[in-house]
């Protein structure tokens, strides 16, 4: 099977699928309790990565409910929506974020991501 240069170059089906929502995650900022956030949709689900204020990083419920409600009022068409104060996974998302921005695919993704959502949320699933 031939193929282009250009086809060559197009992003796998996963990679096209991570887009980050900027108007979330700043809603996600303005929760009382959240210092920083990166909200991405992915699989028709939007996943938050928070760093809170607290220096333990336990989220309340109330704060996690908030985060939600902020994502949903932020206009983000997702269907489920995935909070995780995960202390590794925040950076790793906005790592992810910014080479997406830039116009390039991530090396690893397909391998890499779905086992950062396995250790953010142990027992869900991707």
Excluded: W
Aim: charged share 30%; proline share 7%; hydrophobic share 40%.
């Amino acid at each position: 099977m031939k193929f282009s240069r250009m086809q060559a170059d197009l992003p796998t089906e996963r990679e096209e699928q991570i887009v980050p929502a900027d108007e979330a995650a700043a809603a996600v900022e303005a929760v009382p309790g959240v210092n920083e956030a990166c909200v991405v949709l992915h699989r028709r689900q939007a996943i938050a990565a928070v760093a809170l204020d607290e220096p333990a990083g336990e989220m309340s419920g109330q704060v996690r409910e908030r985060i939600e409600q902020a994502v949903r009022l932020s206009g983000t068409p997702a269907e489920r929506i995935r909070i995780t104060a995960h202390p590794g996974f925040l950076k790793r998302l906005q790592a992810y974020t910014e080479t997406v921005r830039g116009g390039r695919s991530v090396p690893g993704f397909n391998r890499e991501f779905p086992e950062l959502l396995r250790e953010a949320f142990p027992g869900e699933g991707d």
